[in-house]
Nanobody, 116 residues
Framework: QVELVESGGGLVQAGGSLRLSCKASRMITSVFNPNTVAWYRQAPGKQREVVAS???????SYTDSVKGRFTISRDNSRKTWYLEMVSLKPEDTGVYYCNLEQAGKWGQGIQVTVTS
């Protein structure tokens, strides 16, 4: 059974940075590599929204509110992808979920809290 394990969340002041990681376990590289990887977040009282996605090594997409501040990347050899977040704002607060699209897998969610 494929499992996605997230790490790197936490509490940070506005203007700070965090790096989220998500590792896919029990998945062979040839199955992992073609997947689009993504990060979603769910703020309190709001629906889950896609924050960033990456297909292949270069085809990225970001929601408007994070453009220029967040960067998604992946390391296929480690079956891991990342979300580098800088200049964080209080409105970035929420539970962040990693997603492996074609496999239909989700991480357990990790809390990111940005204080003003």
């Amino acid at each position: 059974q494929v499992e996605l394990v997230e790490s790197g969340g936490g509490l940070v002041q506005a203007g700070g940075s965090l790096r989220l990681s998500c590792k896919a376990s029990r998945m062979i590289t040839s199955v992992f590599n073609p997947n689009t990887v993504a990060w979603y977040r769910q703020a309190p009282g709001k629906q889950r929204e896609v924050v960033a996605s990456l297909t292949g090594l270069r085809s990225t997409s970001y929601t408007d509110s994070v453009k220029g501040r967040f960067t998604i990347s992946r390391d296929n050899s480690r079956k891991t992808w990342y979300l580098e977040m800088v200049s964080l704002k209080p409105e970035d607060t929420g539970v962040y979920y990693c997603n492996l699209e074609q496999a239909g897998k989700w991480g357990q969610g990790i809390q990111v809290t940005v204080t003003s």
